[in-house]
């Protein structure tokens, strides 16, 4: 894989772990259609891929009923779930380090724009992007494909060969490949090998320190 000038990160799994708010605030959603389930790490399942489609997946919802469930599940997550989160170890560093050697730095995150906003500027993140670009609340734009996209129309970008998407889910690999554009997937967050290969990543990178050596080439 030939040197990136742009990078284009996930925010879930990627630079952040969300576990406990998102697996809380899916319990809270859940809740109030009388399922009760205790065990958060049995919901670990929603981080990253888009949260109509995990409810309908997962718990069987009809398309009305995961949308209604996206608006209880964000009455917990905006009030407290969005920063029951923390930043991966080296994270801040390694931005540090690409911003330094002259990289620009973007955000493409299925996670609505305004949280993902407020999440990296609890965090000390957010002067480190260029553009911070995320899934619109009325979800049209929610898919991981329509975000990226999103993420080049607004930065003008068109030689996707300079770019680089960057995450830990399927959903950023084939997201990257509908734009024609290389993928690193990382080991650090909710994915696994297995589901980054068959989604067709370039490279992996199973820590921060390797992520690094791949974007600094």
Known sequence: MNAKSYI?????????????????SVQYALKSYGIHEPDLKRLTPFIGPPLKDSFMKYYGFP??????????YREYFAVTGIFE???YEGIPELLKNLKAAGKHLLVATSKPELFAIQILEHFHLKEYFDFIG????????????DVITYVL???????????????DRE???????ENRMDSIGVLFGYG????????G??????SVPELEKLLLV
């Open 171 to 177: 959903h950023d690999i084939l997201g990257a490949g």
């Open 201 to 206: 990543a370039n490279e992996i990178a199973a």
């Open 192 to 199: 696994s090998r297995e589901e980054l290969e068959k989604a």
């Open 8 to 24: 284009l990160f996930d925010l879930d799994g990627t630079l952040t772990d969300p576990m406990v708010g998102i697996t809380k």
């Open 85 to 87: 989160n923390r930043v």
């Open 134 to 145: 995320g899934a619109s609340m009325d979800e049209v734009r929610v898919r991981k494909g």
């Open 63 to 72: 398309e009305e009923q995961a949308k209604e469930a996206i608006g209880r």
């Open 153 to 167: 129309d607004t930065m003008t970008l068109t030689d996707v060969s300079a770019a680089v998407m960057v995450g």
